[in-house]
């Protein structure tokens, strides 16, 4: 099957009536929030989506998204490639829907005024939920060993504590 270009906005009601499948891409450089927050735009997400309905007859959307991007490493500021993996199951929020039904491993997606979901922004948005917060190489592929880290120790004085919290205000206001 050819990879398309996926849609930006999609109607899951209609498509779970239709049973959709769609298997495409999104270039990196239209994801900009996302394109953003690695070194390189170039590239692309691979999507496979499919539109159906579970045993309640709710309306789903099983989403299925992979991507590699280059990050920086917060401890040796280098590059590092990431895989990114996405797999959910969304089911739109209508007016009929009853949240306490869902089940717990779905998540509740908000729809427009035309029923629509901005499909690209959904999954940029949970492609960048899945890059870690302070991405760091292993400690073996590391550009800096553990051995060079300094860590640093405090002084006596660090550790003991006023007997009055308010004397640290009063060095402030007179200072000698």
């Not at 309905?53 to 959307?61: A, F, G, I, S, T």
Request: proline share 7%; hydrophobic share 40%; aromatic share 6%.
């Amino acid at each position: 099957m050819q990879k398309v270009k996926m849609p930006v906005e999609l109607d899951p009601v209609k498509s779970a009536q239709k049973r959709s499948d769609y298997n495409g891409i999104y270039r990196l450089e239209d994801l900009t929030r996302l394109s953003e927050a690695v070194l390189s735009d170039s590239g692309q997400v691979d999507v496979m989506l499919k539109c159906t309905y579970d045993e309640q007859k709710l309306p789903v959307m099983l989403i299925n998204a992979v991507t590699d991007v280059d990050v920086t490493c917060e401890r040796c500021g280098q590059p590092m490639p990431l895989h990114i993996e996405l797999a959910a199951t969304f089911t739109p929020k209508t007016m009929r829907l009853e949240e306490d039904l869902v089940p717990s491993n779905y998540a509740i997606v908000e729809v427009n005024d035309y029923g629509l979901v901005d499909l690209r922004a959904l999954i940029e948005d949970e492609l960048m939920l899945e890059i870690p917060l302070v991405p760091k190489h292993e400690v073996e592929n590391c550009a800096i060993k553990e051995q060079d880290m300094v860590w640093g120790e405090l002084d006596k004085a660090a550790y003991e504590k006023p007997s009055n919290p308010f004397d640290v205000l009063k060095s402030l206001k007179n200072p000698k």
